[in-house]
């Protein structure tokens, strides 16, 4: 009876951690260029906060709450950048989902929890320009962070 309930606890987990991979399975990995925001939150812990480039808002100012697109392209040197906010889905290509919130344009790529000691290299790096991340992005435009980079 006791193997039965771990076999059962153990296809949970399993099956939970498979529905949060399944939608990054044919996802496309970009390298974006992180803009420096105050990574400290002495009540979280080490993270870093991350903002982007194609965080701010775009020329026609959307509402908050509204849902926005990112249609991404990369640079000479691979690395994406916006080149143009929707208010629905592109056609194709590189694309990422946001909603306005609070002024600027959300991805739920905002935060990176680090190693005790990491969250000043990050700032620092992010400070000189020299900061990246490693985002997948799947087919709907969700992305997930998956490292930071440093150059």
Known sequence: MKWIA?????????????????PFLNA???????????????YRGEYVRLSYPFSRL???????GETVYVRLQPDSKGIYQAAEFLNQPP?????LKGRVQWGQILYGI??????????????????????????????????????????
Do not use: C, H
Request: charged residues 15%.
């Open 6 to 22: 771990l076999a059962v606890q153990t296809l949970i987990l399993l099956m939970l951690l498979g529905l949060a991979t399944l």
């Open 28 to 42: 496309q990995s970009i390298l974006v260029k992180v803009v420096p925001l105050d990574p400290w939150d002495p």
């Open 58 to 64: 775009p020329d026609w100012n959307p509402q908050n």
């Open 91 to 95: 056609e194709g290509g590189v694309y």
């Open 110 to 151: 905002e935060s990176f929890y680090v190693q005790k000691g990491m969250a000043r290299r990050y700032e620092n790096a992010a400070a000189q320009g020299s900061l990246y991340a490693v985002l997948q992005v799947n087919s709907s435009g969700t992305p997930r962070l998956q490292r930071l980079r440093v150059d």
